[in-house]
């Protein structure tokens, strides 16, 4: 007993936590450009829900550019020789076939073949990747590289990122003075000689790019942008205009769509990426990976979801709505839903329990309750599925993109 | 016809007062003795320094359930309990863990002390959420009886079965790895960080005779986890008015049903008359007639000591013999004259609202649990202290505070047949003001006046053998249909009518009135009075 303190307490100041939601290095900037101080929380940090109003934010994706703070993303360096097979064992798609210098939409599951959560994943040669997600994954990324060959670093307070999305993205890229970046086809990956790396990237459905740079570099680049964007309608946006542009897009997201497995205190919320629609990123001639087994298996029996796209009668969002088939039969719930302003439509993202939305797919309802002044009123509407994504505009991969 | 009622409970402790309460609210014409002056078990609240209020015993509320807390309207009765945020452990090196409340700065914090494990916390909370999940409804359920099998305890374990095949494949293969673990392998499993590990593994050791290494223990922990405050799962609180605010709106629920209290004067024994019990007959000489007779004391001390030897089958009483209560707790409370310096703390932290500690490792955890196993309290302890009037206004005067310290180890048998009073008691009390002292150089000088208490005050004012917190130890072994003797885990006893309460029934020790609420139940069955048991 009464062992001898190594280091006085006294003597230094104890260290201390930030508490609550913190700035990402971009705040000095948009703390000033948000007139609605309308925040929310992303993994710890503050986000913008909106900066003036959800609609001109939303209309400037559509319409112009705009730039998103992206920083809050987790992102994983894994690099050294046992790299590319770390990845491969991680994803269920096969990154061999990825090229040096791409990036590719992936989704990792547990072993029972359960989606633990998606993300880009960024292959610069087959010794160094980049993690890109919504969910903290270091942990896990241990467990699945033991025993092999890599280094695995938490990039996700070091590593900022912007997503600039929208018609005019390019052309702020041009007058920025990012040369080079016209023969990029999407998914491209382009460096720079300043440390900046950018993307062909993003959760729009629109062209756009994402910006990565080191945290240092942060305003020097928000500003070099800003200041080229200020003729091409460049402007930062919240959450609430992205989510929009990205259900338009037909993107999921973890935690909304569907549940990661990682989360999930009740064992059959698990959805495998065949439940996602995601059949086109499980390749089984790879080898071995995580959830191979069970998926095989899954494969056969055919999945038990659907996640589908609903366009629906009427114009009323259908915000946590039931599905109905023929009227009666519970056949699932919407998951994310909008009034598209660019498709004129009412839709939706859906998942649908098996039979609903594979062999069943005509017949369905919408139970849309919408407040009257005090008084609900409930509608039966109809619903049709649809192929995703909702918005498809050429110019999204159109190369070298359009200047204005 | 005084000494005539329908139902006698035996001891006035929060499962004592609960039965009560609900007996009397049936219609019976209820008494509950008590042997001390006061009410509540091991759930009260005195004041044994003018100005401070001391939490004497239990010093924190989870696990007391929502139901009987509303089927008693306990609120209107007083009982308020305030969830508390924070808890820390103070490290040798200068530095501490903070355990925030707050899951971004939680995450943060573990980062600082290792990267690896800031996730790796999410993935151990869902599990544990997992096993709650499990657990939960089986608390105000009566455990079914593979001894007997009627149609009752098939349909039970059949219920059982039925929850425990929801949780999966995987799940059910891991509940039963996670029941028969050791708190440190399960900790193992998912962290790599020391002081995060040690400061979680506390909860798998309090009140138990077993170290972090021994199986079982890692249940241990989920029943410290399994409570809640408001629906918050796994969420502690103080009681305002400290834990005497519980038993005191159960005695206020009790009366206002009518029911009866006599405090000061225990039982000498039960009578029983051809298999059945009668009545009580109290140490002052005095007999009270009942057909129905509640024990709210341990099960040991209730068959042991207080029912005339030759009644029960040797089996029995050889079954309650071997039903584990082992000492191995101490706890000081302290009345300080102002709120301790803790320089290694950031100023100004939420973190002293919670519980703390200063255990640095599993190894020195095992460590203390050794000492115990030689009969020598630890000299090195685990303690989980609190500072309950940082939140509670009326604990102490404005400025000034109350400290609540459950310490660990601590033997009812002392080695070489030593005794707990005098020397003994002062000295293990010195090794845990000096460990609280090494993180708080004026703690000392504020001490106004403390209350140091061994096994043998625990057992000999509150009357739990050993002074076991949970009336019998909570491993596997002794659990469900095997708590407190396999065959009689119904609340019911040998003697006909002669029925139990306490927490060495199911679902065992923590303030959780659903002992006391079960018995009731079962009672009320058998008198055809109640709904039929589940």
Redesign the interface.
């Known amino acids: 007993?009464?062992?001898v303190?190594?280091?006085?307490?006294?003597?230094?100041t104890?260290?201390?936590?930030?508490?609550?939601?913190?700035p990402t290095p971009f705040h000095a900037r948009l703390e000033p450009a948000n007139i609605t101080q309308d925040w929310m929380?992303w993994?710890?940090f503050l986000s913008a829900r909106k900066f003036q109003s959800v609609e001109s934010e939303y209309f400037a994706i559509r319409n112009q550019a705009t730039l998103f703070d992206l920083s809050p993303m987790h992102k994983y360096r894994i690099e050294g020789p046992d790299a590319l097979t770390v990845v491969n064992r991680l994803l269920t798609r096969d990154v061999r076939k990825l090229k040096d210098n791409r990036v590719g939409y992936a989704v990792w599951c547990d072993e029972?073949g359960s989606t633990i959560d998606d993300g880009t994943i960024f292959r610069f040669t087959d010794t160094h990747f980049r993690l890109c997600c919504q969910?903290?994954?270091?942990?896990?990324l241990?467990d699945v590289a033991w025993g092999f060959d890599v280094t695995l670093t938490?990039e996700s307070e070091t590593v900022v990122g912007l997503s600039m999305q929208g018609p005019t993205s390019y052309s702020v890229l041009k007058a920025a003075g990012f040369e080079g970046t016209e023969g990029m086809k999407p998914f491209d990956i382009h460096h720079f000689d300043d440390g900046i790396m950018i993307s062909r990237t993003g959760f729009t459905g629109d062209l756009g790019y994402e910006l990565w740079a080191d945290a240092e570099a942060a305003l020097p680049l928000y500003d070099r942008l800003m200041s080229a964007g200020k003729e091409l309608g460049l402007r930062p946006i919240g959450y609430d205009a992205l989510n929009m542009a990205r259900i338009e897009a037909g993107f999921m997201v973890t935690g909304v769509e569907f549940q990661s497995i990682?989360?999930?205190?009740r064992?059959?919320r698990g959805r495998t990426p065949f439940d996602l629609g995601l059949d086109r990123l499980v390749h089984f001639d790879k080898g071995h990976f995580n959830g191979r087994r069970a998926l095989l298996q899954a494969k056969e029996k055919g999945p038990r979801y659907a996640l589908v796209a609903l366009e629906i009668d009427g114009n009323k969002p259908a915000h946590q709505a039931l599905v109905y088939h023929k009227g009666k039969t519970e056949a699932g719930l919407i998951t994310s839903a909008l009034w598209s302003p660019i498709c004129k439509r009412n839709l939706a993202l859906a998942m649908l329990k098996a039979p609903y939305g594979i062999d069943i797919t005509a017949d369905l309802k919408v139970e849309i309750y919408h407040d009257k002044e005090g008084k609900y009123d409930r509608a039966m509407v109809p619903a049709k599925i649809v192929d995703r994504p909702f918005f498809n505009n050429p110019r999204r991969a159109a190369t070298p993109p359009a200047l204005c | 016809m005084a000494n005539q009622y329908d139902a006698i409970v035996v001891g006035a402790g929060h499962n004592g007062l609960t039965a009560g309460c609900y007996l009397a609210r049936a219609g019976l014409k209820t008494l509950i003795v008590e042997k001390n002056d006061w009410i509540g078990g091991a759930a009260v609240s005195r004041e044994l320094h003018p100005g401070w209020t001391y939490s004497n015993c239990s010093y924190v509320c989870s696990l007391l359930r929502p139901e009987v807390a509303r089927d008693l309207d306990l609120g209107r009765h007083g009982l308020q309990v305030t969830p508390y945020e924070g808890g820390l452990s103070f490290m040798?090196?200068?530095?501490?863990f903070?355990y925030?409340a707050?899951?971004?700065?939680l995450?943060?914090?573990i980062k600082?002390h290792s990267?690896?494990?800031?996730?790796?916390y999410?993935?151990f909370s869902?599990f544990v959420?997992?096993q709650c999940?499990f657990i939960r409804p089986l608390l105000l359920r009566s455990p079914p009886d593979p001894v007997r099998m009627r149609p009752r305890d098939i349909q039970e374990l059949l219920y059982l079965l039925k929850r425990f095949h929801d949780?999966?494949p995987?799940?059910m293969a891991d509940t039963l790895r996670f029941y028969t673990a050791s708190v440190a392998d399960f900790l193992d499993e998912f962290f790599e960080c020391e002081i995060l590990k040690a400061h979680l593994a506390g909860s798998g050791i309090i009140g138990t005779g077993l170290g972090v290494y021994s199986p079982g223990t890692a249940y241990v922990l989920l029943h410290h986890y399994m409570g809640e405050v408001d629906g918050s799962i796994g969420a502690w609180g103080f009681s305002r008015g400290g834990m005497g605010g519980v038993s005191q709106s159960l005695a206020a629920a009790f009366k206002e049903a009518g029911g009866e209290i006599r405090a000061g004067n225990g039982i000498e024994k039960f009578l029983c008359r051809e298999g059945k019990v009668v009545g009580v007959a109290l140490d002052n000489g005095d007999e009270i007639t009942a057909k129905t007779v509640v024990s709210n004391m341990d099960v040991r001390r209730t068959f042991l000591n207080h029912v005339e030897d030759g009644t029960l089958s040797d089996d029995f009483v050889k079954a309650v013999k071997r039903f584990k209560i082992r000492g191995s707790s101490a706890k000081l409370n302290i009345a300080l004259d102002g709120m301790p310096d803790f320089?290694?703390?950031?100023k100004g932290?939420i973190l002293t609202q919670g519980d703390m500690h200063a255990s640095q490792s599993l190894d020195e955890l095992e460590q203390a649990y050794d000492e115990w196993k030689a009969g020598r309290w630890s000299?090195?302890p685990y303690f989980d202290m609190l500072i309950p009037s940082l939140i509670d206004p009326t604990l102490a005067a404005p400025g000034k505070h109350m400290m609540t310290v459950f310490v660990q180890y601590a033997p009812y048998e002392l080695a070489n047949g030593e005794s707990w009073d005098g020397p003994n008691r002062d000295a293990m009390a010195e090794?845990v003001i000096?460990?609280i002292a090494?993180?708080s150089p004026n703690f000392r000088d504020l001490i106004v006046h403390k209350e140091v208490r061994s096994p043998w005050d625990i057992e000999r004012e509150v009357g739990l053998t050993e002074g076991n917190i949970f009336q019998g130890e909570l491993t596997f072994d002794q659990l469900l249909f095997n708590r407190p003797v396999p065959g009689y885990a119904q609340y019911r006893s040998p003697i006909k009518g002669l029925y139990m309460c306490g927490s060495s029934t199911h679902p065992g020790g923590g303030v959780m009135a659903a002992p006391g609420a079960n018995a009731a139940r079962e009672i009320l069955s058998d008198l055809g009075r109640g709904q039929r048991a589940a």
């Open positions: 007993m009464n062992k303190l190594k280091n006085s307490p006294t003597r230094q104890p260290v201390q936590v930030p508490r609550g939601l913190v929380g993994s710890g029972d969910e903290p994954q270091y942990t896990w241990c938490d990682h989360h999930a205190l064992p059959t | 040798e090196n200068g530095d501490y903070g925030y707050d899951h971004d700065a995450r943060r914090e600082r990267p690896r494990d800031a996730d790796a999410d993935r869902r959420l997992q999940r949780l999966g995987r799940q320089p290694s703390l950031p932290t000299k090195d090794s000096s460990k090494k993180y």
